[in-house]
Nanobody, 124 residues
Framework: QLQASGGGLVQAGGSLRLSCVAS????????MGWFRQAPGQDREFVAA????????RYAEPVKGRFTISSDNAKNTVYLQMNSLRPEDTAVYYC???????????????????WGQGTEVTVSS
């Protein structure tokens, strides 16, 4: 089970930190990702991290502004979002799966488990 939180309304240039807590099994060999879906658009990849080793991957639009991190002891992944833009407005979903390879981290179909989403609105 994945529980995402931390969304809200923020002005352009502001920051938010999203959290996703995973429960129900040991996650030390898993990967977790963040995807987002803006109104009227398809869900897209944002960032992902592998719990073991901590390797990360980012979508180009968020590189340099967003940082994904994990607290393995808490089975929690964070998405620190800085310099937010109106185009970052979306519902953000966390996802998780086991034994992910680096090349699959950005693929929605590679994740079996999804959280309920948390809404981020960036005003201009």
């Amino acid at each position: 089970q994945l529980q995402a939180s931390g969304g809200g309304l923020v002005q352009a240039g502001g920051s938010l930190r999203l959290s996703c807590v995973a429960s129900g099994r040991p996650f030390n060999s898993w990967a977790m990702g963040w995807f987002r879906q803006a109104p009227g658009q398809d869900r897209e990849f944002v960032a992902a991290i592998k719990f073991r080793g901590g390797s990360t991957r980012y979508a180009e639009p968020v590189k340099g502004r967003f940082t994904i991190s994990s607290d393995n002891a808490k089975n929690t992944v964070y998405l620190q979002m800085n310099s937010l833009r109106p185009e970052d407005t979306a519902v953000y979903y966390c996802s998780a799966d086991s034994s992910m390879i680096q090349s699959s981290l950005a693929s929605q179909s590679a994740y079996r488990y999804w959280g309920q989403g948390t809404e981020v609105t960036v005003s201009s």
